[in-house]
């Protein structure tokens, strides 16, 4: 059964940082590329940021580029999202998928940032 399981959300300031993992486990996605999305209250979910199946692309919404970086270590089956200087905006439950066509995806984690 394959699973992807999302940690590290939580409450901070403005202004801070948060590192989100999503382990994999199950099968082996380090052939297909990995994302990171998110879904604010009220909104639709919107993407994040991608990395190509050997990291050697990446891909940020503009929302974040220069502030989140995402990162993959396919030998932790382990996929990453540093996110600084969050901003209340970057409030959101944040999921990661991967898989043919982003088909698995996590359950999602909370970030809330206050102002």
């Known amino acids: 059964q394959v699973q992807l399981v999302e940690s590290g959300g939580g409450l901070v300031q403005a202004g801070g940082s948060l590192r989100l993992s999503c382990a994999v486990s199950?099968?082996?996605?380090?052939?297909?590329?990995m994302a990171w999305f998110r879904q604010a209250p009220g909104k639709e979910r919107e993407f994040v940021a991608a990395s190509s199946w050997n990291s050697a692309n990446t891909l940020y919404a503009d929302s974040v580029k220069g502030r989140f970086t995402i990162a993959r270590d396919d030998a932790k089956h382990t996929m990453y999202l540093q996110m600084n200087r969050l901003n209340v905006e970057d409030t959101a439950v944040y999921y990661c998928?991967?898989?043919?066509?982003?088909?698995?995806w996590g359950q999602g984690t909370q970030v809330t940032v206050s102002s």
């Open positions: 998928a991967g898989g043919p066509g982003f088909g698995f």
């Open positions: 199950g099968r082996t996605f380090s052939n297909y590329a």
